[in-house]
Every structure is written in structure tokens, then in C-alpha cells.
């Protein structure tokens, strides 16, 4: 089921009180600069000016608008330039924050990868990123200080292995979300990787979907601890079990988080397998056709949803999309425990054995992944996986080489029985790369952990502690038990400092809502350690049988 992109149905009457850039309410002229790019020229076709030109001809040759714009379709941000305090960020104009290099977002889509992908991204790494690989909380591993004369070279390899960076980025469908147990989970209600499939066949790189209002991110899973995060996703599929005993999905719309953080929907439907991808088709439609253009703060799904409500948004899904009704379906079962992270030693349906590990905040670098798929080929795997927590999972180990694999990984640091904060801090990329950015993420993350295992060393409960390096949340601070959003603070000197915004007791899944923002509650990044270990004692010794912090 395909609704091309260039239908225009002035005729159709869903009307906003005011025009927003809806495509479907005939407001086809670019309401923005953004919207103006991307109707001179699709995003997708920059691909060929980065081959014939511009990876020839180097870095200054690059049209602006390809630079700052098109470029994001194939994964390719410029990286900030190194040496430029958060004070700046807001100030400087963007050529004046622009390195001359790129951070590469490889999209690992259902976060599976063979070991042959792992070692072609480890090669990539060390030949043209200077051996990073940072492993973000959306599956994707992203690569930074790339040159442009690289990018052919490095698709070449990444297709080579069956990869690409195609809408690792931009106004499109970006990489797919599966949760990494996927066929192996001796308790999944259902394996989505044949439907995660499909929906890349038929959406990524599709030109009728190349021009949406904004980003669009997606996530299916059968998922007994519900590891995708359907809860902040634009459209999520959530396996469940409907009264016939049918394993099929529940369809969640219209979650994010940023600035105006909301909770996704359930549409109430029962999709089967099979109508998955038409489904999907049917929900990024709507979002193109009648997604609001007009400014790109309120450009997500999630604002279309709140102001049309479910019942409006089913009802065109099935009429106008689908052209026919979806049946009822039921909500998921509660998550199976507290953690999400698929982190630790598990048995598969088969008989083997799953290992999970927590490399420190996603950071890897092009050595350790060599060294991630030697292990596992030694202990007779050929598969990792990525995590939605920036950790990973060596699956298919028999049960006489767990003790190895286990021993091995923890001798190189990838700790298999992580520490509460090793195992659930999470950071985005921070100063260090990120142009938005106002303070350093991932060091301070790092250092955060390290002092926290020295100072609570026996503390084991869940405890979720996420940090931002400003209010984008791309690290998801809102969810987060301890959610950190990087800003400016005045220290005890009166002086200028980097330090965060505290957000308390935010949480996914049965009790699903976001951190309070605490007024006036911030810390320097200095006194960070000293803050949390504060939390985490009172929390320690408040708390009753079976809270939790977000309780
Ligand atoms: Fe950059 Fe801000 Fe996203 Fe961190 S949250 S990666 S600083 S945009």
C-alpha cells in the first residue's frame, strides 16, 4: 500500500484552526527555510554529489544547503569545532561551529549485525574515524573525524556487508528499533525481525517518504521486558497476544521527548504480522500528508496526535490509508522486571546462551568491536547485537563456553556483571562532537560511574541515570530516574560553569511518566558525584519494600 507523495487532497477537510504546512490541507509552498531545501532538491539525491563531486573536490566545495541540510540523509553531520565553550553554542553562527569533519551515523536496523558487519565498521573506524564508535541509545554506531574524500569509500565497504548510513538522519524514517533477543527470547510474544525487514524494503531510501515534516522513528518488538522503548517512539509495534491466541502487534503513536516531552498512544487496533508494514506505511503517510511544516518545534507526529486524538488518527489510518478497518486489540502484558537492557547471561529458546555487556556510556572504539566479534567467533557465535541502552549482546553461546566468554569480555572491560551506574548511565555525544551542545557528556558520565563504584559500592538496585548535553534529550533524560540536562551554571564563585538541570523520578512501562523538572535544582559538573550519591542515599533510606526510585 503505497500513497504517493506528490497526491495534494485540498479536497480532504481536516482542518486546523490555522494553517500549519499540512501538505494534505493544500499548503505546498515551503513555510520555512528548511522546508524550501528540501523541495529544491530531495535529500536522497545528494548521495551522488558526495560521489562525483564533492569527495573529489574536498570539503570547500560543498553547497551549504547539502552541508547543513541534505547531507543528514546519508547519516553526515559536521562535527563541532574542537576548542568552542557551551557558551558559544547559542551565539556563533552555524559556519562558525562547523569542523571540517563529519560524525557518520551507521543505522544498525533491529540492532543486528553478523560478525563480518562488525568487523567491516571496526576497519572503518580505525581507517577514517580515528578508531571511534560510539554505540547510541537508538542502535546505531556512529563513527566521527570522517572526511568527505572518505564517504564513497566507506559505503562501499558498509554495502559491501549489507549496510548503509540512508536516513541514518534527516526528515525521514530512521533506523528501526528491535529489540536484540529477537527469535531467541525463550519468553518473546512474537519475532519482528521478518516485519522490521519489510518495513526497511519498502520505506528507507523511498523517495515517497524522503520529505517528512521532521524526524520519524520507529520501533517493533515481541519483547517481554518491552526493550524498544514503544513509550517515546513516533510509531511503535508491541507485540501482544489477542483473544483468539494470535501473536500479532499493538500499535503505539505519537511518543517523544525534547522539549515538549509526551507519552505515545495506543491506536486500540490488533495488526497482524503480515499488515505490519502496510500499517506502517499508513501511519508515515499520515504523518508526511498532514504533519505540521510551518515551524520544526512542533514538526514531530506527536503534536498531529495530541491535537487529533486516537480515535481521529485510527479513523484516518483506516479510511484514507488502509481503506479498511482494523480490528480491536489488546495492550501488552507488564513488562517482564525492572531493567530493559537484555545485560547479563540468559537462555535462549535453543538450548544456548545470550550474553549481555556493558561497554562504559556506548563508548567503543574500532579495536574493541575487532576484539567483540574475535570473542564471540571463538565461543562459536556469528551474531551481536546492539541495545537501546548503548550496550551489547553476544548471542548463540553454548552452555560449556559461557564461563569463557564471560572471563574474556570482563578482562577487556566489557563487563558482564556491570555496577548499577555502569550498567544504567547512559550519555549522549556531548561537547565533544555535537554542534547543539552546551556541556561535556560522555567523560562526565564516565567519571560519574567511577566514583559512584568506589563511593556506594554495594548499591544494586535499579537506577536509571541519564545525561544530556542540552535540552534535546537525545540520552532521554525525561525517562530517567536521574535525568541530567546540560546547561550553564554559576558556581560557589559566582563564576560560569558547565553543570545540569536536574529532572527526578522519570520512568518507562507500568508507571510510565516523565522527571520533574526540580526548580532551581541544578549542579555544577564539578559537584555532580557529590549530588547523586545524596540522591541515592536518601532514596536508599526512605524507601520501602519494593519502590522504586521513580515510586
Ligand atoms: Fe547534542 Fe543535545 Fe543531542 Fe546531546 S542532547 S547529542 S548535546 S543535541
Known amino acids: 500500500m503505497t500513497t504517493p507523495a506528490s497526491r495534494t487532497p485540498a479536497s480532504r477537510h481536516h482542518k486546523r484552526p490555522r494553517g500549519e504546512g499540512q501538505w494534505a490541507l493544500g499548503y505546498r509552498e515551503p513555510l520555512n527555510k528548511n522546508e ?70 551507521v543505522r544498525i536496523d533491529g540492532g543486528q549485525l553478523d560478525l563480518a558487519q562488525l568487523r567491516a565498521i571496526a576497519d572503518i573506524s580505525n581507517e577514517y574515524g580515528r578508531g571511534t564508535a560510539d554505540i547510541t541509545d537508538r542502535q546505531n554506531i556512529q563513527l566521527h573525524w570522517v572526511e568527505i574524500e572518505s564517504v564513497p569509500d566507506i559505503w562501499e565497504r558498509l554495502e559491501a556487508v549489507g549496510l548503509s548510513t540512508t536516513e541514518a538522519c534527516g526528515d525521514t524514517p530512521r533506523v528501526i528499533l528491535g529489540c536484540p533477543l529477537a527469535g531467541i527470547d525463550v519468553d518473546e510474544v512474537l519475532d519482528a525481525s521478518e516485519q522490521i525487514r519489510e518495513i526497511q524494503d519498502r520505506v528507507i531510501g523511498n523517495p515517497a517518504y524522503s520529505n517528512l515534516p521532521r524526524k520519524f522513528k520507529t520501533a517493533l518488538s515481541g519483547c517481554p521486558a518491552h526493550c524498544t522503548v514503544h513509550e517515546i517512539n513516533d510509531v511503535a509495534f508491541v507485540g501482544v497476544v489477542n483473544e483468539h491466541g494470535e501473536a500479532g502487534y499493538d500499535v503505539w503513536v505519537g511518543g517523544g521527548l525534547s522539549t515538549n516531552p509526551m507519552l505515545a498512544k495506543r491506536l486500540g487496533v490488533f495488526v497482524r504480522p503480515e499488515q505490519a508494514a502496510d500499517v506502517h506505511e499508513g501511519v508515515v503517510g499520515i504523518f508526511r500528508d498532514y504533519g505540521y511544516r510551518r515551524l520544526r518545534h512542533r514538526a514531530r507526529i506527536k503534536f498531529l496526535v495530541n491535537d487529533w486524538g486516537v480515535e481521529k488518527f485510527r479513523e484516518i489510518l483506516e479510511t484514507e490509508y488502509l481503506k479498511a478497518p482494523l480490528p480491536d486489540g489488546p ?64 548471542l548463540d553461546v553454548a552452555p560449556d563456553q559461557v564461563d569463557s566468554i564471560v572471563a574474556e569480555l570482563e578482562a577487556h572491560d566489557l563487563q558482564v556483571r556491570p555496577s ?132
Request: proline fraction near 4%; charged fraction near 30%.
Open 36 to 105: 524550501e531545501n528540501k523541495k529544491n532538491d530531495d535529500g536522497l539525491n545528494v548521495r551522488q554529489r558526495i560521489i562525483d563531486i564533492y569527495s573529489k573536490r574536498g570539503f570547500d566545495s560543498i553547497d551549504p544547503a547539502d552541508l547543513r541540510g541534505r547531507m543528514r540523509w546519508y547519516g553526515l553531520y559536521t562535527q563541532r569545532r574542537p576548542g568552542i565553550d557551551g557558551g558559544k553554542t547559542a551565539v556563533l553562527e552555524p559556519e562558525e561551529l562547523d569542523d571540517r569533519y563529519f560524525m557518520m551515523r
Open 331 to 394: 495492550a501488552p502484558e507488564q513488562p517482564r522486571g525492572s531493567r530493559r537492557d537484555h545485560v547479563g547471561v540468559f537462555p535462549q529458546k535453543d538450548g544456548n546462551f545470550y550474553v549481555g555487556f556493558a561497554p562504559k556510556v556506548g563508548r567503543l572504539d574500532g579495536d574493541a568491536l575487532h576484539r567483540i566479534a574475535d570473542i564471540a567467533e571463538r565461543h562459536g557465535s556469528g551474531r551481536v547485537r546492539t541495545t537501546v541502552e548503548q550496550k551489547m549482546v553476544i
Open 420 to 551: 548499577t551506574f555502569r550498567r544504567q548511565t547512559m550519555a549522549c555525544t556531548g561537547i565533544e562532537y555535537c554542534k547543539l551542545a552546551i556541556v561535556e557528556t560522555k567523560a562526565a558520565a564516565s567519571q560519574l560511574i567511577d566514583e559512584m563504584e568506589r563511593r556506594l559500592p554495594e548499591f544494586a538496585e535499579p537506577l536509571t541515570i541519564n545525561v544530556n548535553g542540552c535540552p534535546n534529550s537525545c540520552a532521554r533524560i525525561q525517562t530517567a530516574d536521574i535525568g541530567l540536562k546540560g546547561q550553564l551554571v554559576v558556581d560557589e564563585n559566582g563564576d560560569q560553569v558547565e553543570g545540569y538541570q536536574i529532572h527526578l523520578g522519570g520512568s518507562l512501562g507500568v508507571n510510565a511518566g516523565f522527571g520533574r523538572k526540580v526548580r532551581g535544582l541544578k549542579t555544577t559538573a564539578k559537584a555532580l558525584p557529590d549530588y547523586v550519591e545524596r540522591v541515592v542515599k536518601n532514596f536508599d533510606a526512605q524507601r520501602k519494600e519494593g519502590e522504586s526510585f521513580a515510586d
